[in-house]
């Protein structure tokens, strides 16, 4: 029986993920998490950044700008090479998800506002103690372009595709009525 309740956003930079996570938890309704936070910790690790610099690095006016700690290379281009040269291969291609799994709260929605790879989702949803609901979101403007990030597909999650066209408060409300929705399938 699943105890878990995990809600995967997927979308390109820029569409709304965090603001729609973070929105969500402070209201109470769920807890954030993200599958590159061990990654970040990884990539920080590799590279014997701080923390504290390294929240400077990827704010998302600098994550396209070459830094000297990285070896003259940006924070995403840092990332990638710790995620796909490091990381997968001597953990598995699952190795982020599996982590973020491990943070997962039982009895409250889990929503994971990073997904952007069918392994991520394939390894929710591979625990049986886990519900899981994906919601893709677009937004004008908004692209996966010089990302390693793209919109997942899988065949067996329920999923739902929005459109962040309007006001914050919009997609909140939409993406909750899903949510409860897609919740009253399978506990009523």
Same mark, same amino acid.
């Given at each position: 029986?699943?105890? *878990? %309740?995990?809600? @995967?956003?997927? &979308?390109?930079?820029?569409?709304?993920?965090?603001?729609?996570?973070?929105?969500?938890?402070? =209201? *109470?309704?769920?807890?954030?998490?993200?599958? #590159?936070?061990?990654?970040?910790?990884?990539?920080? !690790?590799?590279?014997?950044?701080?923390?504290? =610099? /390294?929240?400077?690095?990827? +704010? =998302? #006016?600098? #994550? +396209?700008?070459?830094?000297? $700690? @990285? &070896?003259?290379?940006?924070?995403?281009?840092?990332?990638?090479?710790?995620?796909?040269?490091?990381?997968?291969?001597?953990?598995?291609?699952?190795?982020?998800?599996?982590?973020? *799994?491990?943070? @997962?709260?039982? &009895?409250?929605?889990?929503?994971?506002?990073?997904? &952007?790879?069918? %392994?991520?989702a394939a390894t929710m949803m591979a625990d049986p103690t886990?519900?899981? @609901?994906?919601?893709?979101?677009?937004? *004008?403007?908004?692209?996966?372009?010089?990302?390693?990030?793209?919109?997942?597909?899988?065949?067996?999650?329920?999923?739902? !595709?929005?459109?962040?066209?309007?006001?914050?408060?919009?997609?909140?409300?939409?993406?909750?009525? /899903?949510? $409860?929705? /897609?919740?009253?399938? /399978?506990?009523?």
């Amino acid at each position: 029986m699943a105890t *878990k %309740v995990v809600v @995967l956003l997927n &979308g390109p930079p820029g569409s709304g993920k965090d603001m729609l996570a973070d929105e969500l938890a402070r =209201r *109470k309704y769920a807890h954030h998490h993200r599958f #590159k936070e061990t990654l970040y910790a990884a990539t920080r !690790d590799h590279y014997s950044v701080t923390e504290a =610099r /390294w929240a400077e690095m990827i +704010e =998302r #006016k600098n #994550k +396209e700008t070459p830094q000297p $700690e @990285l &070896g003259g290379i940006t924070p995403r281009a840092a990332m990638i090479h710790v995620s796909e040269d490091i990381m997968k291969p001597q953990h598995g291609d699952d190795v982020f998800a599996a982590a973020t *799994k491990e943070r @997962l709260v039982d &009895g409250n929605i889990n929503v994971i506002s990073d997904c &952007g790879f069918d %392994v991520e989702a394939a390894t929710m949803m591979a625990d049986p103690t886990v519900n899981v @609901l994906l919601i893709r979101l677009s937004r *004008k403007g908004c692209t996966f372009a010089n990302d390693s990030r793209d919109y997942v597909h899988p065949q067996t999650i329920p999923q739902i !595709d929005l459109a962040n066209n309007g006001t914050p408060i919009e997609l909140v409300t939409t993406a909750m009525g /899903w949510i $409860e929705s /897609w919740m009253g399938t /399978w506990t009523s």
